[in-house]
């Protein structure tokens, strides 16, 4: 199936964190196919415990060694073949690094000494690359990078019973906050969960919207109030606990995602809300909800308004 947009930027998101647990590449099928251990979760708040990642229509296999500035090693490695190719991936076997896998420039060529080649001149050039790479040191205690680059048109997504698993599921949508730890701060290899794509405020009406506050630098989860929406047709307003009523601005206001069923702050789970919206903070400041909410958001000024909505 060739790949959207969605898809190629989901797969991105997938391989994040993720561990290859194996590589079968077939030159007379022209595919191959990845057995993969992601960390990512969805849209839908699911992580799968592994995933299969068929690529079909291969034109080119490359695996190379590289020193930091892409150069050959002064050490480097014994070459190895096609039925050595899968071993080779088990014994480097360590987390993906980055979101930059697919039709990524860093990668597109292949540099420094080659380990792999396989390549079908008869083939057109292909739409696709996939590429990853694996850390390593050598007996001398030399750093390099293992570097794999696939050519490829389509690709499919299973469940390794051979359930269709959507790539777009992982792909992020709208701006802002796309990916994040919902466990505390953000790391480099640390699962990430792909937001769900955000609703329409029409939707919102009447529903309990969470506001949580997320240090701008760190992306930890700071603080979080609580609050029922209002949606009059035009404008978007929130009701706090302390029944004060606050306009939503325009920004935010499309930016409100149904709430994923493993949030949390550290241990401390974040409950009792349907909805909710990340609003960046600067490190300095409280980490008092209330005072957040005055600070970010705008009273609501007509009291007409205030009155109807206080009524319902």
Not at 102 to 117: A, H, L, Q
Not at 191 to 218: K, M
Not at 255 to 274: E, H, K, V
């Amino acid at each position: 199936m060739t790949p959207t947009d969605a898809d190629l930027k989901g797969l991105n998101f997938l391989l994040h964190g993720a561990t290859i647990l194996d590589l079968a590449f077939n030159p007379e099928r022209h595919s191959a196919i990845l057995t993969i251990a992601p960390t990512t979760s969805s849209k839908t708040g699911l992580r799968p415990v592994n995933a299969v990642l068929s690529l079909s229509a291969v034109s080119a296999v490359a695996v190379t060694l590289q020193d930091q500035e892409g150069r050959r090693p002064r050490h480097g490695m014994t070459p190895i073949g096609l039925e050595e190719l899968g071993q080779l991936v088990q014994h480097t076997r360590h987390p993906l690094a980055g979101v930059d896998f697919i039709d990524s420039e860093r990668n597109s060529t292949p540099k420094g000494m080659k380990v792999f080649e396989w390549f079908d001149p008869d083939l057109p050039g292909s739409k696709h690359t996939l590429s990853f790479f694996f850390g390593l040191r050598n007996q001398h205690d030399e750093p390099a990078l293992l570097v794999f680059l696939i050519l490829f048109d389509d690709a499919t997504l299973k469940y390794p019973n051979g359930e269709d698993l959507p790539m777009a599921h992982f792909a992020p949508a709208g701006v802002g906050y796309k990916a994040v730890a919902l466990e505390g701060a953000s790391q480099d290899l640390g699962p990430i969960t792909v937001l769900p794509d955000p609703v329409s405020p029409a939707s919102l009406d009447g529903q309990l919207v969470g506001l949580v506050f997320v240090n701008s630098d760190s992306e930890a989860i700071v603080s979080f109030a609580v609050g029922k929406a209002s949606w009059d047709g035009e404008q978007l307003r929130w009701c706090a606990p302390d029944q004060v009523t606050y306009d939503i601005p325009e920004e935010l206001t499309h930016q409100i995602r149904p709430r994923l069923p493993n949030m949390s702050r550290g241990a401390f789970r974040l409950d009792g809300f349907s909805y909710w919206a990340t609003i960046p903070i600067r490190p300095s400041e409280s980490p008092n909800a209330r005072e957040l909410v005055r600070v970010h958001l705008k009273r609501t000024r007509s009291f007409r308004s205030a009155w109807r909505f206080l009524q319902r």
